[in-house]
């Protein structure tokens, strides 16, 4: 009974995040951009950069934060900043996880790429359950900063 209760809570309360994607290789964008509208979630915008990730900032919840953009390894200072500044939900998804692997202050975690489509979905799902301070089990695919 207790699942059932927690699976419509995250249904219901998943369509009400805005999930910002800061990733400067554009197909992978858009891959991540169809599986979070997939999920019924609204997308907050696409970043390239730190200058265009904080002024997306103020419309999301959520945040997947690549580290390296194209104005460099910005990727650790954007996701500190809109977890301090914003209450922003940051989990990095990127080919360098070992750049984060001490942590950033803030931070949910960090997720390896290449990632599937499923992977992203529990990823989104943990991040909502966090955010709401909900008990939930952390994806596999995912390492949780303490």
Known sequence: MAINVVRKWLRDNVMNQRVLIVEDEFLIALDLEAT??????????????????????????????????????????????????????VVFMTGNPEAVANGVKGAL????????????????????????GMLASVPPQMMVFA
């Open 109 to 132: 975690g960090v997720v390896s790429k290449p990632v599937m489509p499923a992977v992203v979905e529990q990823s989104l799902k943990y991040a909502v359950a966090r955010r709401a």
């Open 36 to 89: 979070v509208e997939n999920l019924g979630m609204e997308v907050a915008g696409l970043a390239t950069n730190k200058e265009q990730a904080l002024q997306l900032a103020h419309l999301a919840d959520v945040a997947f934060v690549d580290i390296n953009l194209s104005d460099g390894a910005t990727g650790p200072e954007i996701g500190r900043r809109l977890a301090e500044e914003h209450g922003i939900t």
